[in-house]
């Protein structure tokens, strides 16, 4: 069923937004540091048209479900529509001067959801697009990243980075964007043409809100306070004083952000020299700093991580916010067949996604 099932006339507007893996580079969004994700091709598509009887009216395909409503008040038990309402917020409480229209919409998504490749992100980036287009009010992409990520933080509720928004409105395919979170300068960057990324559903199903994300956010700022220091991100590795943060959880927190910038910038060097083994590497310490330090991984994230390696990845890591969902993994083109088919034999073709 398509929009015109749905509403009886065409779209007026149809805009989307992709789906993100990080490569490298978690928690460090938020506390100043570096990212290193690249553009996938799942993708949200936003159709919407003007609705003269002053409703919203939004259906979602993924939930074949239709929502009405003509506020934009966040229902009290974590409704995907609340996502929808908070767009809609975000974008009129930016553009006062816009008169309030009410809109049909219907959503479609072919990006798996709550597995840790910013699904959220590109639903309000895709939704933020279209009311742009709609308006013809020209915001820039990079401030559509900012109201996007407005949305999670001060209307959703989530202590969320800029990283997915950004890429997700921004990023290319087949380039990795590497993006400085304090002053959102970017570069896009060619991958070498040996390289290839592969992700595996762990089949963990996360949900940001409910996982420990805010809490580790939390931790993060009191290691930034007790260091006495406005972002991690700036805090040198060799200079990193962990005698100065009280709680040792927090110290292990730190330690990974830290410890993880600088394998970003490093990651980064790889990609430029096209070091593979050594980019693999910094993927594999970035697994293990994540899952020790950060405790954000779970058992069944690790084993995949494990066998994709010994399978003949050259590096493999849980991406995204955490606690389960997909992982990524290196592999040299030449060698890929070979790796599939030995990964193929503890998971099936279902759960692998070539990048
Ligand atoms: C989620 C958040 C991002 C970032 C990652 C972890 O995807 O939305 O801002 O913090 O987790 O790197």
Redesign the pocket.
């Known amino acids: 069923m398509g929009f015109e099932d749905i509403f009886k006339h065409k779209p007026q507007i149809k805009e989307s937004a992709n789906a993100r893996v990080?490569l490298i580079?978690?928690?460090?969004?938020?506390t100043g540091g570096y990212?290193m994700p690249t553009l996938l091709n799942f993708k949200n598509t936003v159709e919407l048209s003007k609705n003269d009887e002053k409703k919203f009216v939004v259906f979602s395909q993924y939930f074949n479900e239709k929502k009405v409503f003509n506020d934009f008040i966040k229902s009290k038990n974590s409704d995907w529509s609340d996502y929808i309402k908070g767009c809609f917020f975000i974008f009129f409480d930016e553009n006062k001067k816009i008169k309030l229209e009410h809109f049909n919409m219907y959503i479609k998504s072919t990006i798996p959801l709550g597995r840790?490749?910013?699904s959220?992100?590109a639903l309000c980036v895709s939704i933020l697009k279209a009311l742009n287009t709609y308006f013809n009010t020209q915001i820039n992409e990079k401030h559509l990243a900012i109201l996007a990520?407005k949305v999670?933080n001060e209307y959703i509720g989530?202590s969320?980075?800029?990283?997915?928004?950004m890429v997700s409105s921004i990023g290319r395919y087949e380039k990795a964007f590497f993006l400085d979170c304090l002053n959102l300068k970017y570069e896009l960057i060619n991958f070498p043409s040996n390289w290839k990324f592969c992700l595996i559903d762990s089949e963990v199903q996360r949900n940001?809100r409910s996982s420990s994300?805010n809490d580790r956010?939390n931790e993060l700022k009191i290691a930034e306070k007790e260091l006495d220091v406005e972002y991690l991100g700036g805090v040198d590795l060799n200079k990193f004083d962990s005698d100065k943060i009280s709680d040792p959880t927090v110290i292990k927190r730190a330690r990974h952000v830290v410890s993880e910038n600088n394998r970003v910038l490093k990651a980064k060097e790889c990609l430029l020299k096209d070091d593979i083994n050594q980019f693999g590497k910094l993927m594999i310490e970035s697994h293990n700093s994540y899952s020790k330090d950060f405790e954000a991984s779970t058992a069944d994230v690790d084993e995949i991580v494990k066998r994709s390696f010994q399978c003949g990845a050259l590096g493999a890591r849980l991406?995204?916010?955490?606690f389960g969902g997909f992982t990524v993994s290196l592999i040299e083109k030449e060698k890929f067949s070979d790796w599939y088919k030995k990964i193929n034999k503890y998971y099936p073709k279902e759960k692998i996604f070539e990048v």
């Not at 969320?160 to 928004?165: R, W, Y």
Request: charged share 15%.
């Open positions: 990080n580079g978690e928690h460090t969004d938020y990212v840790g490749i910013s959220s992100s990520k999670e989530i969320s980075g800029i990283m997915d928004q940001l994300y956010f991406t995204g916010g955490g």
